[in-house]
């Protein structure tokens, strides 16, 4: 059965770091892009980031550019989410999700909490 | 960005009865191979998001059948045929067509009468 189980999340404080992971497994990780999604406590989904198979093409949300890194060890089927100069707006159960484009967002992790806040 | 409007917000039914939920986005949602990127999610109280339906009408594995989408340009809705226990929980609309950034609708919270 695929599935995505994300780790590392936790308690920070504002202008601290959080390296989040997801592990994959069930699927041939190499040939899915993947995703990471983020709900704030009570609000709606936002799409985070995102990379391809090849770790070549990465995009980002406006809210994270430039503080957010995502990254890919397919060897290890497992996507990562470097988090630098963390805000309290970055509050949220962080997803990991496959795929992308027509096919975004097949398949969700059950989510990790990252909570900023001093 | 696109703008991805969902109505209405909180959607009691009575078990048994359809449902409907209306997402609209704020341009037309056509990409240029001629399919719409539109997927509905729902998720459960406690739980991560799942994929219910893709490329507006196409229901993923193992969705029930009672659930429906149907939609064109920039008008789309998502039906319930005969609403179920299970099916409470928050709906989101998607739009994949103009990425990055993918966004969603408000999310629509349905609960049972």
């Known amino acids: ?118 | 960005d696109v703008v991805m409007t969902q109505s209405p917000l909180s959607l009691p039914v009575t078990l048994g009865q359809p449902a409907s939920i209306s997402c609209r986005s704020s341009q037309s949602l056509v990409h240029s191979d001629g399919n719409s990127y539109l997927s509905w999610f729902q998720q459960r109280p406690g739980q991560s998001p799942r994929r219910l339906i893709y490329k507006v009408s196409n229901r993923d594995s193992g969705v029930p059948d009672r659930f429906s989408g149907s939609g064109s340009g920039t008008d789309f809705t998502l039906n319930i045929s005969r609403v179920e226990a299970e099916d409470v929980g928050v709906y989101y609309c998607m739009q994949s067509t103009h990425w990055p950034p993918y966004t969603f609708g408000q999310g629509t919270k349905l609960e049972i009468k």
């Open chain 1, 1 to 118: 059965e695929a599935q995505l189980v994300e780790s590392g999340g936790g308690l920070v404080n504002p202008g601290g770091s959080l390296r989040l992971s997801c592990t994959a497994s069930g699927f041939p990780f190499s040939s899915h892009a993947m995703n990471w999604v983020r709900q704030a406590p009570g609000k709606g989904l936002e799409w985070v980031s995102s990379i391809n198979t090849g770790s070549v093409y990465m995009y980002y949300a406006d809210s994270v550019k430039g503080r957010f890194t995502i990254s890919r060890d397919n060897a290890k089927n497992s996507l990562y989410l470097q988090m630098n100069s963390l805000r309290v707006d970055d509050t949220a159960v962080y997803f990991c999700a496959r795929d992308w484009a027509g096919n975004a967002f097949a398949l969700w992790g059950q989510g990790t909490m990252v909570t900023v806040s001093s």
